[in-house]
């Protein structure tokens, strides 16, 4: 996920490190396996041909929508955030894969988990996850050869009827966009797609978060808004590109606010539940191939 400023900067997380979290989780433990050896992995993705990247992309992305599928029964057991991350963390080993999140503009986790009114960047935790809540799930991968991500929302079993109603509109709205992906369309079509779709269920989309290309850096331009911006950029899409769409909605017309305890997690500022989805999707001369899945 990225935020947006009068340049490009790369905020799925803010720049501090949560060293107060440490009783949670063993931040300090995952910061001394992976810090290191992922920025190292980053230079590698940097310096491999392009071709190679997306190849790459094209065979492994659609395991981490698989991984996120198997989280799902964990949440309705009401398994905790550290569970859950024990459980990411096995199968990224299994398939040669680094948690690049892990030490990223601080982040000491090695995946997110978000509910009720968190939005982006949760702390997994011991705490069972409440069934009665949306939770939020963000995995960030790095293969040998490519950057990997993907985000989805997912309903407790005790969840509302309002929530679930929100969650899909959500999923309407994350295939709308992916439906004005073509090369040579305009960029901005994706957002105005999303946003009239979240509207016409008296949802909104969050203004300060986006998504992003992928490429020989995980967060590249151009933006990929939620929504038509007032200025329209003008960029087309080109066969090739990797975009990671992303649907960030929420209940309320507020903005998000960030925790002053950690600089790192992100809230609605009115308390309101919020859904985030996202989906790696290749632009090609005739439309568009999805690398990761719809989860659900």
């Not at 009239?196 to 331009?221: D, F, W």
Request: hydrophobic share 45%; glycine share 8%; proline share 4%.
């Amino acid at each position: 996920m990225q935020a947006m400023s009068s340049r490009l900067i790369a905020v799925l997380f803010a720049c501090a490190a949560a060293l107060a979290c440490q009783e949670s989780f063993a931040s300090t433990s995952l910061m001394d396996q992976f810090f290191l050896g992922n920025g190292q992995l980053a230079l590698k993705i940097a310096g491999t041909a392009s071709d190679k990247r997306l190849a790459d992309q094209r065979e492994q992305a659609p395991e981490i929508s698989v991984l996120l599928q198997s989280i799902s029964p964990l949440i309705a057991r009401g398994e905790s955030g550290l569970a859950i991350q024990r459980h990411v963390l096995k199968r990224f080993h299994e398939l040669g894969w680094q948690p690049m999140m892990v030490g990223y503009n601080g982040y000491p986790a090695a995946i997110a988990i978000s509910m009720n009114d968190g939005v982006l960047n949760g702390f997994p935790t011991s705490q069972p996850i409440p069934q009665n809540t949306l939770v939020k799930v963000e995995l960030v991968a790095g293969t040998p050869y490519s950057h990997l991500a993907q985000t989805w929302t997912f309903a407790g079993k005790n969840a509302t009827q309002k929530q679930k109603m929100m969650l899909e509109a959500a999923r309407l709205a994350l295939r709308e966009g992916v439906e004005q992906v073509h090369a040579g369309a305009e960029l901005d079509g994706i957002g105005e797609a999303i946003s009239k779709t979240l509207n016409a269920s008296h949802i909104y989309p969050v203004r300060e978060y986006c998504g992003y290309a992928m490429g020989a850096a995980r967060i590249e331009p151009p933006q990929i808004l939620g929504y038509r911006p007032a200025h329209p950029s003008n960029l087309l899409m080109h066969a090739g590109q990797v975009l990671n769409v992303y649907v960030l909605a929420q209940t309320g017309e507020y903005n998000t606010r960030v925790s002053l305890s950690n600089g790192l997690e992100a809230f609605t500022s009115d308390g309101g539940d919020s859904v985030v989805l996202s989906v790696m999707v290749e632009v090609t001369s005739d439309g568009y191939r999805l690398l990761t899945r719809f989860v659900d």
